[in-house]
């Protein structure tokens, strides 16, 4: 079980990594999706960061302090269950399925942690 905590946790890391990377670039298809959600253009790189420390903090889970790693997963998780919102309230459900596999690898992230 703790080789699928590894492998989860390493990818969940890796897509907010380069998800917070598109946010902090100003990525156009981002940008657009943004616009589409209502959510301000330069509310982006705190959303970046946001995401970039999630993925840090999963990464210092997985190197020895569990604890980060469980607080940066549930962090995830309130953050993507927020992007979710923000969907549903725009009625944009055709965008939202990068939103639904972050939120799916969040809480897998916190579940594994938790029972690892």
């Known amino acids: 079980m703790f080789v ?3 492998v989860v946790v390493a990818v969940t890391a ?11 670039a100003g990525y156009r298809q981002v940008r ?3 616009e589409a959600n209502g959510v301000p253009v330069g509310w982006l ?6 995401k ?9 889970g997985l190197v020895g302090v569990p604890v980060i790693g ?15 919102v923000v969907h549903a309230r725009a009625r944009t459900w055709s965008t939202s399925a990068p ?4 939120l799916g690898l ?8 938790l029972a690892v």
């Open 70 to 84: 469980a607080l940066a997963a549930a962090g995830l998780v309130v953050f993507f269950v927020g992007a979710m």
């Open 52 to 60: 970039g420390a999630g993925a840090v903090g999963l990464l210092a």
């Open 14 to 24: 890796l897509f907010n990594a380069v998800s917070a990377g598109l946010d902090l």
């Open 4 to 6: 699928v905590y590894v």
């Open 106 to 113: 969040a809480a897998g992230s916190l579940w594994l942690g």
């Open 99 to 102: 939103a639904v596999l972050f």
């Open 32 to 34: 657009d999706n943004a």
């Open 45 to 50: 790189p705190t959303l970046g960061v946001l």
